[in-house]
């Protein structure tokens, strides 16, 4: 027997309305080329396969979900969920199977009319239980918990589940859960990517350039207003802003430093500062000597002053939180009086240091035997410049690290392989959902556990969150596992930055995510007035 779900239609119905009477309504004009930047070239196009915003953000709006985040909404929750290629959805009575009608009509970006298929396909690829496979595949762990899918027709698909997980319809929302098509290979999606989304992509050069263009034949009427969509790849973050301050880029992201920049050099940019959900974390092979000794790991959790961090690279703009995004930003992370119970996080940093000293001399350091070795990071400035401050504590516990930078192409590949030391990374998952945070990066054998964590006990405890419809009693268990993660010590979250994003006056109708940086990006609303 099935039960429906349907509570969210009129909670995003009001918040619709809401949002309607707080912006008037404007006539949204078509045309034009909107002119994007991206700071370096991804690996490939396909999104399945790639962890970077710098391939999510120029693909999203060439595909379609089964279900989406709202996209005029700031804070990605359960109840911001809509229908996309689905029309609705419901679950079974005792919560393990979850039905997607489905919408009809829909045709790809090659004329072939998009069905049931071609979600068991997509799904069926990311849990490896196809012939086709994916090159890499780092959100498999995603959907350890589906048994199977199964299709009634063409136009309706059912997730059947080894267990409750309420939860899943928010990874199904994610920016990163595309439908892809049966009809064409994992090889070509790197290439030259099919969707049925708003835009349809023309063509990437890496180093310069990634363009989409409108597509004409899209399934909602009207929609999109741009024309095309051109992401000018520029790594240098001064020239990004005098790109911007000229007027050639409609739209730039800055971090809080350089925000005043961007007012001093483009004072008509209206800007955005919100959250960054991704944090900056210390990843430590916990499976390379010496950093198999959980001593030698909590003493560089001690050595770490986070509020540093906070003040040098987001001036004070940003928050100091465990691996899930903490309040009010978040919606399931941990309050910064709860933060102060996990090992390392207490507000006295000198008090921290002496320990963590003490602990090195134990292990045979000290001033005259300093541990030395390489710290490797993406060469990305949100990168390098915490990797830069991490080395710089690290000295104060008788560490010398020599920064590695690794460009963005084969930094992913390097640390999936475990391929380092010592590294900093930013956790690009950007969905604030335990389920994504806790299955992508923590639980034994997933694709993105860089560090090789592996705990059983932690492992049921993330499988009870999971289950947990109850809010309060979900929180508690994420809690939980959270004390469980900082005791380790082998991914200490390093800070949380807030980050702006300034458009041009002319640039209309893109809402700023403030818990979720790689959902708002399906660009089918956004216009220019000009």
Known sequence: MRRERRAFFPIAAGLAAAFLLAFPAVAQKSGGTLQMPNFASPASMSIHEESTIVAGIPMMGVFNNLVVFDQ???????????????????????????????????????????????????????????????????????????????????????????????????LLASGQSPVYPCHVTPAQMRQQPIGTGPFKFV???????????????????GRPYLDAIEYTIIPNTGTRLLAFAAGKLDLIWATPPLLKDVKEQA?????????????????????????DNIELRRAIALSLDRPAFIQILAEGQGAVGGSIL????????????????????????????????????????????????KLSTRNVEGYRDAAVIAISQLREIYIDAELELIDTANWFPRVMRKDYKLGVEVATGGLDEPDQKFYENYVCGAERNYTGYCDKETDKLIDAQSMEANPEGRRKLVWEIEHRLAEDASRPVLLYSRFAT??????????????????GWRMEDVWLDQ
């Not at 609705?88 to 919408?103: K, N, Q, V, Y």
């Not at 050069?205 to 899209?218: A, C, G």
């Not at 109708?509 to 818990?515: E, I, S």
């Open 72 to 170: 005029h909404i700031a804070q990605n929750s359960l109840a911001s969920i809509v229908p996309d290629l689905a029309t609705g959805w419901s679950w079974s009575e005792d919560g393990t199977a979850l039905t997607f009608p489905l919408r009809q009509g829909v045709k790809w970006h090659d004329g072939k009319p998009f069905t049931a298929r071609d979600v068991k396909c997509t799904w069926d690829a990311l849990m490896e239980r196809s012939a086709e496979k994916l090159r890499i595949n780092p959100r498999k762990a995603w959907y350890r918990n589906v048994e199977e899918i199964t299709s009634s027709g063409d136009y309706e698909v059912t997730f059947h589940l080894k267990r409750p997980q309420p939860y899943l319809v928010a």
């Open 502 to 519: 300034c458009m041009q006056p002319r640039v209309k109708g893109l809402v700023t995510v403030t818990n979720s940086r790689f959902n």
């Open 326 to 373: 903490p309040p009010p930003d978040g919606v399931w992370g941990m309050t910064p009086d709860a933060l102060q119970s996990l090992p390392g996080y207490g507000l006295n940093v000198a008090k921290n240091r002496a320990e963590a000293r003490d602990i090195m001399q134990k292990l045979g350091y000290g001033p005259d035997k300093r541990l030395s070795f």
């Open 203 to 221: 063509e990437y050069k890496p180093n310069e350039h990634i363009r989409v263009v409108k597509n004409p034949d899209y399934w909602k009427p």
């Open 267 to 291: 004072p008509q940019a209206k800007c955005d500062l919100v959250m960054d959900n991704n944090s900056r974390d210390l990843l430590i092979n916990r499976a390379v000597p010496p950093f």
